[in-house]
């Protein structure tokens, strides 16, 4: 009896302290490099206008925690590498509006992060995930997503479409429908007077008020380009959220194309 005891009183304190970590790595802080998340100031959408876009949730051990990423062909997605960092299992979503159903779910183990990828400044903040029996794709809500050409440059003043199922204000709650909003990019030598270690392999994209922004979960989700419908980047980082004077980071894809071609063929 009191074997049963313990082990009913152990199996909740593993359930309440997966919920505190789930939730800490999903958590956003005043540090200037914040790797945990990075919608706010959006819209609800659906996934018929963002068919590449799918939902991870990332598996370590008994712990979850949420990501978002894009599909870059039947057998790969594509997301950010922070995301990955120690995960024995990804569970990827696809072709749902919503977070936690609908659309059809993928499982794996099979995944890699850049070889270069600098968890201090967030450098090559990459990974590929393989799904082994590959994603149907129908071309209505699930979709391959276009990617840049190698060494392509991204002009200030772009306009990206950034989309998830991230916090919609910042220590807020994550949210079930998916969301989307719409930033301007600006140049490197602006954003570094917010972050000094940006590297050419990053980009920044705000609206200068502040009041727009990806946000804790939406990490790994893809930015693309509004009027090419190309993948400029990955949501990489940022301090806070939506707040004016800090915009997000995102991964510039153009300056890790070959490593991506390589892998997956695309």
Same mark, same amino acid.
């Not at 925690?65 to 062909?73: E, N």
């Not at 400029?232 to 194309?257: D, E, H, K, M, Q």
């Given at each position: ?15 309440? *302290?997966?919920?505190? *970590? ?106 590929? #995930? ?50 989307? *909003? ?77 490593? #991506?071609? #390589?892998?997956?063929?695309?």
């Amino acid at each position: 009896m009191e074997k049963s005891l313990f082990l009913s009183y152990f199996l909740l304190f593993c359930l309440f *302290v997966g919920d505190v *970590v789930s939730s800490v790595l999903n958590r956003s802080t005043d540090d200037p490099i914040n790797i945990d998340g990075r919608i706010v100031g959006g819209y609800n959408t659906t996934i018929e206008d963002v068919p590449y876009q799918v939902y991870l949730s990332l598996q370590k051990d008994l712990f979850y925690s949420q990501c978002g990423g894009s599909i870059i062909s039947e057998k790969y997605v594509l997301t950010a590498a922070h995301c990955l960092e120690g995960m024995t299992k990804i569970h990827v979503r696809a072709g749902s509006t919503l977070a936690d159903s609908g659309g059809t779910e993928y499982s794996t183990t099979r995944y890699r992060k850049h070889p270069f990828y600098n968890p201090k400044n967030n450098d090559y903040d990459l990974g590929l #995930i393989n799904i082994p029996g590959g994603i149907t794709l129908n071309n209505h809500t699930t979709e391959a997503v276009s990617l840049p050409d190698a060494g392509s440059t991204i002009a200030t003043g772009t306009n990206i479409l950034v989309s998830g199922w991230g916090f919609t204000k910042e220590d807020g709650q994550t949210s079930e429908n998916l969301m989307a *909003v719409q930033v301007t990019t600006i140049s490197n030598d602006e954003c570094r007077k917010t972050y000094s270690t940006l590297t050419t392999r990053q980009f920044c994209a705000a609206v200068p008020e502040g009041g727009k922004d990806s946000c804790q979960g939406d990490s790994g989700g893809p930015a693309v380009a509004t009027e090419s419908g190309v993948q400029l980047g990955i949501v990489s980082f940022g301090t806070g959220c939506a707040r004016p004077g800090y915009p997000g980071v995102y991964t510039n894809l153009a300056r890790a194309r070959w490593w #991506i071609k #390589i892998i997956t063929g695309v």
